[in-house]
Structure formats: C-alpha cells, structure tokens
C-alpha cells in the first residue's frame, strides 16, 4: 500500500523521461579479504604497500592528521586504532557512521578497540549520574554490538574496553596530575568547546574531559583515534600535549557529522532530530514524514546524509523505490548519480524518504530484537528511567512533617534551561519546548507563550520549572512540567519568565526563603490541589522578585526575579 506522504507527492513531481532499469548491477575492480586487498577472483593482491598508500583514500574522510605517519606504519604492520564514546544519552542511528567505519578498518586488517568512556560521561557536566553510570555502559556495550552485528561486523575481531577499567589507576590518575601543571584552563575549555556541555560557569570536571580523552590514545596504546569533526579541537590537544609528556603524537582521522532530521546537528538531547536505534517501525516511518528534506536542496539534509555516510558504504548501492508510473524503481551505484538527480528533482523527497525507512529498518531489526527480551528490556528502563517519573536530586533525609501540609517544599521547582522551540504542529498560540532540568533526557514542556515572549528570547534561556505536576496531554503532546512566568495585574497581559540567578545550572533546587530543608512529593495528585492552593499565594514584588507570602524564592546564588514586572501574579 502506498503512503500517505507518496499519496501527498504525486501531484507535485514530474514524471522522468524514461523508464529507469531495476536491475542495474555495480562490480568493484577490487575487493578486501582477510585483510588483504583481493582482485574479483579472490587472489591475495601481493603490491601490500600500494594498500597502505590508498588506504586514507578508501573511505570518505572529512580529514586525517598526521596521514604520512599512518602510510609508513602499514607498510610495516597492521593499524591500531580505537574509537571511544561517552555513555551518556541513548545512541541513536548516526552512531553507524562510526560503526560502518569500524567494518571498513576491520576489513583493512587494522586492530580496532572500541573504548566505553564511562567516567568521560560523568565528567561531562554529570551528562550520566553516577547512580547510574554502570547501567548505561551496559547499555552502550549491548546496543554498540548489536549494531555491529546488524551490518555483518564479526566481534571476535575487536577489542572493547571501559575506560574506568585502566583511568582510574595510580599510573594515569599521576598522568593526569603531570598533564594538569602544563594545561591552561583557556585551552582546556577551547579543546572541549564543541564536545564538553558548555555552561556559563563550567565545572572542573569538564575541564578535564579533554585531558582524558588525549591519555587514553597512550594508555589503549594505540597508532590513531577516530570520531567526528566535532572531535578536532580535543585531538589537536591531545597532538600538543601528549609530547610533552613524553609520549608520542597519534594519528587522527576524521569522519563527516550527519544532520539531524531538523536540518542541525543530530543529537541525543532533541528527540525531533533523531531516530534512536529502538524506535519502532511507526516512529521511524512518523519522524522520517517530518524530517527536513526540501526538493532539490541537499544543504543539510540528514536523509541524504545517511544514505551518503551508511547506506552506500555498507551495500555499495542504494535503491529508490517508487511507483512504475514514476519511472519505477532504480538502483544507484553512485552516490553522486543520487544526489545529482535529487538535486534534478528526479528523486522526489517522499520517494527518498520512503526508500530510507526501509532501509533503516533492515538494519534496526535484529537491534529491536535483541532489545526485545525482558532481560534486555528491563536494562534499557533502568539505564534511562522515564524523566516524568524520576525522583529530584534534593539532599538531606528531611521530609515535610505532615504530608497534609500545604506547604512550597512540596513543590518541586528547578532552574531549567531551554534546548529547544518550536511552534505546536496543533496550536498556534502554544509553544513546545525541550528544556533540561538536570536529569538525563530533556523534558517536553507546552506553554502559552507565543502571543507574549519571541522564540528567541526563550532559545538557551535559564528558566524556573515546576516538575512534580502530574504529564497532561496539550492538544496531543504531553507536557512533562510547567513553565513559571511573570504575569503584570493591568491590561493589556504582558508575561516574562521568571530568570534564575546568573550562574545557574539546569536541576538546581527553587526554594522559598525558610521552606529549604522539606523534600517535594514524588507526584502532586490534581485532586488534592496542592500547588494551586500554594500557587494562589505566588506573587511579584515592588522590586521584581518572585515571592509566595512574602517570602522570596530562590536558589543558592540568589533570587529569582523577572526582567521588568511588579507586583504580578506567578503562574
């Protein structure tokens, strides 16, 4: 049955001229066979140094450093390579960019060990709590191998490693120390810049991510380092610093970030950007529908992208499904031939889009059903726990007295920071926002805003999030906390939010002045009415600070106010 989107596409494409043929084949004039480079008839090619000279060139790399090095090792030995991840948020499908370039090494002959940088996660603004920083490296190590087995990458052939199996001895905690007195904190921040959570006033701990990743070269004992471009500032640091520690410069090779399906960065933090490698068919088939793919425009197309970057290395061709009134189905053994025609407005979008899901959900299968067993299932909720449901990270035993007392400490108010703006797709005066509130995955929040504060005054905003209210659908998208905003008494309504002390970080605790030693409610039951009975009492002062009865709200730097506003209501 034809889609609903291929339905909506047929008034709006040209028929090609011409039927194209279905059974186009691609023969390569050579081949790779235990890590030898063959001809077609499986004979070992014998000219091994004309393999080290083109062996930059065979797959598409965004750069390599140090690439003379590497050419003169493989004329002596096999490559040893590692490629190392943070275990932080749920891996998600441009993880088979680095996996398709894993095989690639792996069909080289090189040595490949994949590292599990689990205390690198920790270090990274605390991107994974510690609580739960040994679930998520099982996670990682169990869908990165289901990954590899998707696209036909025999594991005995890797090594893997975590990364506080080796850093936390007493020979690298010295190294680091050493690496430390020759670091400035200027170039600790640069190197980390486009990798490190960046915040106004960074921790320690990030400072020190780069550091880490450059030692890790040393200690896995390795020729060269792998990842995205995003990665370049961390492996020039590591190029400067290893030396002068007396261990030698690595080489370091770069491959090409995709686009997310919003046209930026693919990310674990925006859910609309990705597709995570457990989605189900109907979410595949639900964000591809929505992902950015203009006619004729390939700049940031994160369909083409992963066609580009995975589909083409892994099969070496990629087939446009389509209807035969429109030419049929064609089979392209030349990416630039696909994008050429895309570009032509001979592919059209929702033919490429189709095409893509099913190819993407060729390779998800054997991962879904992997992720399928009660096992496996009950690793992935206790890795990720549903933010909605998580508990705040208040310190100190105390509980509220009475559980029947009306009191703000039952309210569980957080800084939050705003990821992410978009209009609702249902509502015109809504806003749906991706904001993180210090737990492991952002949390959507809806508000009314749009008739009162521009999308980008709201766009990497601090703000005061409510997070204890019970999720309630908005005009089908569940809002998972509310949003507090300044409101002025006289017409017309005008509305800020409320702005938390400059130097705030997401998941810091709001509390009112005198109320700081009580623990919020896991869930405010709506019954009850508790916070609209304490909301009643929520009010701006003469000066523009957020006050319930008097008392100020804050946090530990100060209190929190609005921009402009006196003597409004809160809500």
Known sequence: MKSVESKEADATRQKPVGKQSPDCCFLMSSCWHNGARTDCAGEVSSDYQEFAGTFAGRAEWKEVLGEDKMKAILKERELKVYWGTATTGKPHIAYFVPMSKIADFLKAGCEVTILFADLHAYLDNMKAPWELLDLRTQYYENVIKAMLESIGVPLEKLQFVRGTNYQLSKEYTLDVYRLSSVVTQHDAKKAGAEVVKQVEHPLLSGLLYPGLQALDEEYLKVDAQFGGVDQRKIFTFAEK?????????????????????????????????????????????????????????????????????????????????????????????????????????????????????????????????????????????????DPSKAKPAIKGPVKNSDPEEVVPSRVDIRVGKVLSVEKHPEADALYVEKIDVGEPEPRTVVSGLVEFVPKEELQDRLVVVVCNLKPQKMRGVESQAMLLCACSSGEPSQIEPLDPPAGSCPGECVFVEGYESGQPDDELKPKKKIFEKLQADFQISKDSTAQWKGKNFMTKLGNISCKSLTCGSIR
């Open 241 to 385: 610093c290893l030396p002068s520690l007396g261990y030698a410069k690595r080489i370091h090779l770069m491959n090409p970030m995709v686009p997310g399906l919003t046209g930026s960065k693919m990310s674990s933090s925006e859910e609309e950007s990705k597709i995570d490698l457990l989605d189900r068919k109907e979410d595949v088939k639900k964000k591809l529908k929505k992902a950015f793919c203009e006619p004729g425009n390939v700049e940031n197309n994160g369909v083409l992208s992963f066609i580009k970057h995975v589909l083409f290395p892994l099969k070496s061709e990629f087939v446009i499904l389509r209807d035969e009134k429109w030419g049929g189905n064609k089979t392209y053994t030349d990416y630039g031939e696909l994008e050429k025609d895309f570009t032509d407005e001979i592919v059209h979008p929702g033919d490429l889009k189709n095409s893509v899901e099913v190819a993407l959900n060729k390779l998800l299968e054997p991962i879904r059903e992997k992720f399928n067993s009660p096992q496996m299932k009950k690793l992935a909720s206790s890795a990720y726990p």
